[in-house]
């Protein structure tokens, strides 16, 4: 199936308008700041990206980022952007056609965000084995990835590889495809529909249980959209199996519990992220609007207390004293995503 991927993503797609599904598509609007930065993107780049979302967290001035299953580079090039050019990122690859493309705006895109020279890296490899290429443990402090993990074979190993690769306090911001149901052998061989990033999708119970083996506890949902398949012999082949993108924000950080817990704290955003003057958005249950003190339980406290985000919130208590159960967060029980939307459909961003 990795020949399979290469061979989709390098020979049947050339833009976005082969695509059969609304799988590897972006249908939310980003926000000014981010369509700002979109639009000094090469044309090249821009109709090669295959992303489910936006895979750009906040606060990444001068952080270190490693775009798992990069493509044509669009994604980098944004971040480029928003690391500044005491910032660096580093693409990895496996499709020598898609790198290719990704390399030569290289130049291009350092005079377009006036950096004196480009803070950019693609390597191709394969996210399953990070280490035959020489990273380091602990170099960065993010790793983004856009509709990519749900193509790789061994997810295991790709979340096992980014928990090692991150620094302490660092987060795996990524964006990708799952199922309301574990995918039958049968449709995973299906060359197509795994090309098109359904078959290969993780039941979400799965997901959750594969992340916390690897080390990242409490896993947030940022967002999510119900998809749509537009072909209909590939409709008629997936059947009753409802599959989602969603976007999720994992830290490395210990003393995460399984459960969110209460210990009297509060939170405080300060107004500082880059862009987010008024409010910053943490996940789906948590929005923080500039200078409110809000209650929090003890791991949403404790990510954003001991991570790069640190800088933009004061955290009020400690946890010397247990309360019990969170009673605000809904995260514990029940499907995390909504049943009962509509898929979206429109033009990729």
């Not at 967060?329 to 909504?338: H, I, V, Y």
Request: charged share 25%.
């Amino acid at each position: 199936m990795h020949a399979e991927v290469q061979r989709y993503y390098g020979e049947v797609l050339s833009s976005t308008d082969d695509l059969k599904t609304s799988a590897c598509c972006t249908i939310a609007p980003p926000p000014d700041y981010l369509t700002d930065a979109l639009s000094l993107i090469h044309d090249d780049v821009t109709s090669r990206y295959y992303g489910c979302g936006l895979v750009l967290p906040e606060g990444l001035d001068g952080t270190s980022v490693l775009d798992l299953g990069c493509g044509a580079g669009r994604d980098v090039y944004v971040l480029s952007r928003l690391v500044g050019e005491q910032g660096r990122v580093v693409g990895i690859d496996m499709t020598p056609e898609q790198l290719t493309v990704a390399r030569r705006h290289r130049a291009f895109h350092a005079r377009q965000f006036g950096h004196e020279e480009s803070n950019v890296e693609f390597i191709e490899g394969n996210i399953e084995r990070l280490g035959e290429i020489g990273l380091a443990d602990e170099q960065f402090d993010v790793i983004v990835s856009n509709c990519v993990i749900n193509l790789a074979m061994d997810k295991q190993a790709v979340l096992d590889e980014a928990f090692r690769l991150l620094k302490p306090g660092g987060e795996l911001y990524f964006a990708d495809v799952y199922a309301d149901r574990r995918v039958p052998a049968h449709l995973q061989a299906d060359p197509v529909l795994y090309g098109e990033c359904l078959s290969g999708a993780m039941y979400w119970r799965d997901f959750i249980a594969t992340a916390v083996r690897a080390g990242f506890r409490d896993p947030r949902l940022v967002g999510d959209r119900p998809l749509t398949v537009e072909d209909a012999a590939l409709a008629e082949k997936v059947g009753e199996i409802r599959f989602f993108s969603a976007t999720y924000r994992l830290f490395k950080l210990p003393g995460l519990e399984a459960m969110t817990e209460n210990y009297g704290q509060s939170v405080r955003y300060l107004g500082s992220a880059p862009w987010l003057p008024d409010a910053f958005s943490f996940d789906k249950s948590s929005v923080f609007e500039t200078g409110r003190l809000q209650p929090v339980d003890g791991n949403t406290a404790h990510m954003l207390g001991n991570s790069r985000l640190a800088r933009h919130f004061e955290i009020v208590g400690e946890r010397d004293v247990h309360l019990g159960s969170f009673q605000a967060a809904t995260r514990d029980s029940g499907l995390p995503f909504d049943a009962d939307a509509v898929a979206s459909t429109g033009s990729c961003c």
